[in-house]
């Protein structure tokens, strides 16, 4: 009876090690899910941009002459063809008289040989030289004009002037930069964006911006873009305006875009939070069959929430947005929210 007792006992206790031996199921990881689909994004681009007036030129002489007179205050509104700058035009006048009067003696002298000729007392020859003379004339004077306007240097269009770079009395040589010229009633907005956002952006779409010598954030609408990218930083080149009626932005200074983008075709994306780096690229856990199956994929644009899946996924697959760093391939999922 006390060996019944003994084997009894030996095998109780044995039957209970073996089942605290056995391991544990692996418990279901709480996980969120997101699924899949086609759909519209709006993209987010921001970069920096540069403020540039509407028109803006230097203003040069295009002679080598002194300055006797200057009729522009530094920086002054000034109307177009507003008189700048006077240069000396003392020699260019003396002439235009000389010639001026010649060439009314020389059209007597041919109003008179025209009467000559009708009459047979001079030859049709002689009168021609005449002719021609008097054409001559006038043909320099034309061209003394023209350079006596050289000698005033006026304003291409309205808009500020700025310092001038010359004084009264300066010998100006031809280029030299007397002053610069701004219109600045209307401010362009020029900036760059990657190619992949080349078939989005057209005229008409709103851009707003931040400079940081002003509160508060601007509206402009782009006006043209760049028929080309720029292969050296496969960029392409936008420029937007807006109304500058006060003055209040600086040509020349950067400014902060923001430019919202809607897709122009339906695509597939996913929440960049399902992105998991990999030495291939990126993958996403998928969820099949209760448990989790790395997918890996090949992404294409990306907004601030979503990025687009251009292979490896598709509509209506369930992807895990949560406890990545948990899961690995065959992990049991229990989803405890879908969107």
């Known amino acids: 009876m006390i060996g019944t007792l003994v084997l009894l006992k030996i095998f109780v206790f044995s039957g209970k090690k073996e089942q605290a031996a056995a391991p544990p199921a692996n418990p279901a990881i709480p996980v969120e899910c997101f699924i899949a689909r086609d759909t519209l994004v709006q993209h987010q681009v921001e970069t920096v941009g540069t403020l540039n007036a509407r028109e803006q ?8 002459r002194k300055v006797v007179d200057i009729k522009m205050k530094d920086g002054a509104m000034v109307r177009k063809d507003q008189l700048l700058f006077k240069l000396d035009d003392a020699d260019i006048t003396s002439r235009i008289k000389k010639l001026g009067i010649q060439a009314r003696q020389v059209a007597a002298n041919e109003a008179r040989e025209r009467i000559l000729l009708a009459n047979g007392g001079i030859s049709q020859e002689k009168f021609d030289e005449t002719s021609t003379l008097r054409q001559s004339l006038e ?3 034309e061209v003394l004009k023209v350079d006596l306007a050289k000698t005033e240097i006026r304003a ?12 009264l009395g300066a010998l ?4 030299h930069i007397l002053a610069n010229l701004q219109d600045v009633s209307k401010i362009n907005l020029d900036f760059s964006v990657p190619e992949r956002y080349s078939r ?5 779409v709103p851009v707003s911006f931040r400079t940081d010598y002003l509160p508060d954030e601007l509206m402009a609408t782009v006006e043209a873009v760049e028929p080309a990218v720029d292969q050296r930083t496969r960029t392409l080149l936008v420029r937007a305006s807006l109304p500058n009626p006060d003055g209040r932005l600086v040509p020349g200074t950067s ?3 923001n430019l919202t983008l809607a897709g122009t075709t ?4 996913v929440p960049t939070s399902t992105l998991m780096p990999s030495t291939l ?5 998928r969820k099949k069959l209760g448990q989790a199956e790395p997918v890996q994929v090949r992404t294409g644009t990306r907004s601030r929430e979503f990025i687009q899946i251009l292979d490896g996924l598709n509509p209506g697959d369930t992807v895990v947005t949560t406890n990545l760093l948990r899961i690995k391939k065959g992990s049991p999922l229990t989803i405890i929210k879908t969107y």
């Open 156 to 167: 291409p269009f309205a808009g500020k002037i700025g310092l001038r770079n010359t004084s």
């Open 139 to 141: 043909a320099e004077i």
């Open 172 to 175: 100006v040589a031809p280029g």
């Open 281 to 285: 690229g990126y993958t996403v856990f």
């Open 57 to 64: 030129v230097n203003v040069v002489s295009e002679v080598a």
């Open 200 to 204: 989005d952006l057209h005229p008409g």
């Open 266 to 269: 339906m695509s597939l994306y």
């Open 255 to 257: 400014a902060k875009v």
